[in-house]
């Protein structure tokens, strides 16, 4: 009996998913009959008046941070054009600082009630156009956003069973293997030549946040040798069950940096909720626990640091923003989409889409070669600013 159970939940798990689907495709169906139909003509002209563009983004803290590459790009199509952005509870702080962002918008759809509010805000502002940020399925959310909106121009990626609530649907990547190559097609909508680009994705930090997280760094260990030894950022915390790493392989990996590099500053994070996980890992890692209340300590941080090492895909990609080599522990089959854009870093997959089956011995293997890499770098002269 005890061997049905899983079967039994597995089942359940899929059949409801599949009524989830279901109600999805009806919801669509019904907004088709109140929202006018797309119709392809020639693109606004955006340069000859002002245009006010809303993005929408009210996801995951690493779905804002791939997405300033297509926010910028949009914003610096042309002069004419402010653009505002939609977001979560969760990703709106990864626009603070952001030049390119006119307004940001807090929508958090775990509260029914705060549809009303949005809309009414939406309405009041009189946007243009609105951009819808699903671009590899469909949201009936966003759809019931672009409608709120009121906005005369619609833009998303066409030949979907939404398509008839877009008046510019884009061309859908055919190549692509990014996440954020796979979303650059929407700049097209405004006139920019997306091919040729750089779609790295930038995150702004004020002088003091990087002044503070300076003298955090400081608070670690200084070098007996001279020169500022190597900076390790250890984060232990991941948004997904199925990333979470043991706490004894953190441990490992933290004592084995010590190891390698007796100089080095190795700090550990985590988010708030595991703070005492986080200062347990650093106690048995001879390493240093920091707290980071909120996210724009942690981006603090990791701009300062020499090499990050985490589970979650939302601070690799604050890691490529802010162009500091990182080790990724993540799930084979998301490595294309999610993984590390345009910088140097390695992704160390596990097999089977969760982290539990990743060995330590892989995860030491990459961090020894970024170290290497990091040593072979500082040796040489200085040609350019500091980041």
């Known amino acids: 009996m005890a061997d049905r159970w899983p079967r039994f939940s597995l089942a359940v798990h899929f059949r409801l998913k599949q009524v989830n689907q279901r109600a999805n ?5 019904l907004l088709s009959r109140i929202m006018p139909a797309g119709v392809a003509h020639e693109r606004p002209d955006w340069g000859a008046r002002p245009h006010r563009i809303l993005y929408l983004r009210y996801d995951r803290i690493g779905d804002m941070i791939v997405s300033t590459s297509l926010i910028e790009a949009i914003a610096t199509s042309h002069p ?49 156009a609105v951009v ?53 097609v929407l700049a097209s909508a405004f006139g920019v030549e997306t091919s040729g680009r750089d779609w790295r994705s930038k995150i702004y930090l004020s002088p003091a946040e ?56 190795v700090m550990v994070i985590a988010a708030p909720a595991e703070t005492d996980r986080g200062q347990r890992v650093a106690a048995a890692g001879g390493a240093l626990f ?40 993540i799930p084979l089959h998301i490595v294309g989409l999610w993984g590390l854009y345009g910088t140097p870093g390695r992704c160390v997959p596990s097999a089977d889409g969760n982290l539990l089956s990743l060995a330590v011995a892989p995860v030491l293997a990459a961090i020894d070669a970024l170290l290497e890499e990091i040593g072979a770098s500082q ?3 200085v040609t350019s600013d500091s980041r």
Not at 25 to 29: C, E
Not at 85 to 101: I, K, Q, R, T
Request: proline share 7%.
């Open 80 to 128: 004419s054009i402010t653009l505002d952005v939609l977001a979560s509870p969760l990703n709106a702080l990864v626009l603070a600082e952001n030049p390119h962002v006119g307004s940001v918008i807090v929508f958090d759809r775990k509260r029914p009630l705060d549809f009303m509010r949005v809309r009414r805000e939406l309405r009041r502002r009189r946007y243009d």
């Open 379 to 381: 040796t040489q002269p």
């Open 290 to 329: 920091v707290n980071t209340p909120t996210l724009r300590e942690a981006f603090g941080l990791i701009s300062e640091a020499d090499l990050v090492v985490t589970p979650d895909t939302g601070l690799s990609h604050a890691a490529s923003a802010l162009g500091i080599p990182a080790v990724v522990l």
């Open 132 to 184: 819808d940020c699903m671009i590899l399925s469909p949201s009936t959310t966003s759809l019931f956003l672009m409608l709120a909106s009121g906005a005369r121009w619609r833009i998303g990626v066409g030949g979907r069973r939404d398509a008839f609530a877009f008046t510019h649907p884009v061309a859908a990547a055919t190549s692509a293997v990014h996440h954020i190559d796979h979303s650059s």
């Open 210 to 265: 990087r002044l503070t997280a300076r003298r955090r760094w400081a608070q670690g260990w200084a070098s007996e040798h001279g020169g500022r030894p190597p900076r390790v950022l250890v984060n232990i915390s991941a948004g997904h069950p199925r990333r979470r790493w043991p706490d004894e392989r953190f441990a490992a990996v933290a004592d084995h940096i010590r190891q390698r590099e007796p100089d080095a500053s």
């Open 25 to 29: 495709a009806i919801l669509i169906y």
